[in-house]
């Protein structure tokens, strides 16, 4: 099982991106990215199960992320706008059979990450 997480770059502040996740191998049931600045603690940024109903977010990224899958390409996607320099990070795509969306031991399978670098 494989998870390739792709899209990350250098944004300007107020700008968006657009990021995806691929999954080989298997579908799993929950899906999510959490991400990790230098120096702090991994956070959960959003998940989803999967039939795609209540998406869940972390409090950083409500209002201005917005996470969906195609499970017919057994992809998790990531549209992030109105990025902030504290959204700077490597994003992690994680993938697994947990019930509770927001910590990370419902997920077995973590991706290589992607950073993303806004700039102010």
């Known amino acids: 099982v494989q998870l390739q997480a792709s899209g990350g770059g250098l944004v300007q502040a107020g700008g968006s991106l657009r990021l995806s996740c691929t999954a080989s191998g298997r579908t799993f049931y929950t899906m999510g990215w959490f991400r990790q600045a230098p120096g702090k603690e991994r956070e959960f940024v959003a998940a989803i199960r999967w039939s795609g109903d209540s998406p869940y977010y972390g409090d950083s990224a409500k209002g201005r992320f917005t996470i969906s899958r195609d499970n017919a390409k057994n992809t998790l996607y990531l549209q992030m706008n109105n990025l902030k320099p504290e959204d700077t990070a490597v994003y992690y795509c994680?993938?697994?059979?947990?019930?509770?969306?927001?910590?990370?031991?419902?997920?077995?399978?973590w991706g290589q990450g992607t950073q993303v670098t806004v700039s102010s």
């Open positions: 994680a993938a697994g059979a947990g019930d509770i969306l927001n910590v990370d031991t419902s997920y077995d399978n």
